[in-house]
């Protein structure tokens, strides 16, 4: 009798490990299709807003520097610690889970934190592909602006 029972729990069991993996490869699949769609849309878009890449995480291209030879900080650096001290202009919603809080406008620059999917930054500043932004720790940053994972409030 136990030989029946075993094959029967055997057939269960591998049973259930196909129905997980399927459900897990179907959750990944629709992960990547929505992920496409939204980069085909945000592409499609005839706004002065950059065409996303497809960079994980919305890290756009190092944008170009130059120096400044008095003191050797880069221009761009400069020019986000004085909007730094000017104040928001404006709001930017994060449209996915994760977004990359970074310390400088450079996808290899140090994470500060992951943000999450519908918080919401203020706008200091855009250089070429990224927004310089404040969180609501008052943490200064820099995040991707590409359309695929951030938006502009109205």
Do not use: C, H
Not at 24 to 44: I, P, Q, R, Y
Not at 60 to 65: F, H, L, T
Request: charged share 25%.
């Amino acid at each position: 009798m136990t030989q029946p029972l075993e094959k029967l729990i055997r057939g269960v069991v591998g049973a259930i490990v196909l129905v997980v993996l399927f459900l897990v490869l179907s959750n990944w699949w629709g992960d990547f299709k929505t992920a496409a769609e939204a980069a085909k849309k945000a592409s499609t878009d005839t706004s002065a807003t950059p065409a996303p890449s497809t960079t994980p995480q919305g890290e756009g291209a190092k944008p170009a520097e130059s120096t400044d030879a008095t003191n050797g900080a880069s221009a761009k650096d400069s020019a986000a610690r004085e909007t730094a001290t000017q104040g928001s202009k404006g709001t930017i919603i994060v449209m996915i889970e994760g977004l990359n809080f970074r310390e400088q406008a450079d996808r290899g620059s140090k994470a500060i934190r992951a943000l999450s999917k519908g918080e919401k930054v203020d706008l200091l500043e855009t250089i070429d592909s990224w927004y310089q932004v404040k969180d609501k720790n008052g943490d200064i940053g820099w995040i991707s602006s590409n359309p695929a994972y951030t938006k502009v409030a109205k």
